[in-house]
């Protein structure tokens, strides 16, 4: 099974600064024969508040002949209670009616696929509590398949037990409960995007991959983290194992956020918020 990750396009029609990216981004998906795209969120600009923005990109995503699933990112629903944007019965409203579930299950011979609204991640609420009720029945359930999570954010940034980094990743009591499904369920691949760095790694048992974005890199506006600065998408074939690899693809424009963040994201460049 050869499953092609995708993630950040941030496409908006009153914002069309990375649009422009997905022609080739289509043709290479087109030309790579792949069973299954998984776009792992922040699918568009600003999804959270405008219909439009959904819509938009939704229609893009349905441009793809190879069936696509998609998990939400912060600036598809929201984020953290406090942000500027937390996520909301009103902003889950919006993507489940225009872009389908937040999270799904997905089954493909020996292998379970699952998609997570990481955003949920954090505000100890229902809505949080339901997801993890109905992710440890479809770990359970899994009748001896390998499990890939996809999500959007990460599991941590630059150390496996590393302390609350806020905006950037899955919070310490959120990622313990994971890491203990994880360790029970032979989960081989957990997924995500979030940070414009490309990246791979392991806890334990479990291979990692921070999908590189498709819509731009950042230079000085935030701190350096792991891995490498890259416009692109990854790869993941999956047979007995997972085997993933990180893709530059030709004709895309790895766009720096530094350049046009007082036109795509005015708040972040007034207050120095965090954008990915």
Not at 5 to 27: E, M, R, V, Y
Not at 41 to 69: N, Y
Not at 125 to 147: C, N, S, T, Y
Not at 241 to 259: F, N, Y
């Amino acid at each position: 099974m050869k499953i092609i990750q995708i993630t950040d396009t941030h496409f908006s029609p009153n914002k069309p600064h990375f649009n422009g990216n997905w022609a080739p981004l289509l043709t290479w998906i087109e030309e790579t024969a792949a069973d299954l795209i998984i776009h792992t969120g922040d699918l568009t600009v600003d999804g959270a508040d405008k219909d439009e923005d959904i819509s938009f990109s939704m229609d893009l995503m349905r441009q793809v002949s190879v069936p696509m699933l998609i998990v939400p990112g912060n600036h598809d629903v929201g984020d953290l209670p406090g942000s500027r944007q937390p996520v909301n019965a009103e902003r889950l409203q919006r993507w489940r009616r225009l872009a389908g579930e937040d999270r799904w299950l997905e089954d493909a011979g020996s292998w379970r696929f699952a998609g997570l609204n990481s955003l949920l991640l954090g505000h100890e609420d229902d809505e949080e509590e339901a997801q993890f009720e109905w992710l440890q029945k479809a770990l359970e359930d899994r009748g001896g398949r390998r499990v890939a999570l996809f999500a959007h954010k990460p599991l941590f940034v630059d150390e496996p037990h590393e302390g609350d980094t806020g905006y950037w990743s899955v919070k310490p009591s959120q990622r313990r409960r994971l890491y203990d499904l994880i360790a029970a369920h032979d989960v081989a691949l957990f997924a995500s995007g979030h940070l414009h760095w490309a990246w791979q790694g392991r806890y334990e048992q479990t291979a990692l991959t921070w999908g590189p974005s498709a819509a731009f890199i950042i230079d000085k506006m935030e701190r350096e983290m792991p891995g490498e600065r890259l416009i692109g998408a990854v790869i993941h074939e999956l047979g007995d194992d997972a085997a993933s690899r990180i893709v530059a693809i030709p004709g895309m424009t790895a766009h720096v956020l530094d350049e046009v963040v007082h036109e795509v994201y005015p708040h972040a460049a007034k207050t120095q918020e965090p954008v990915e």
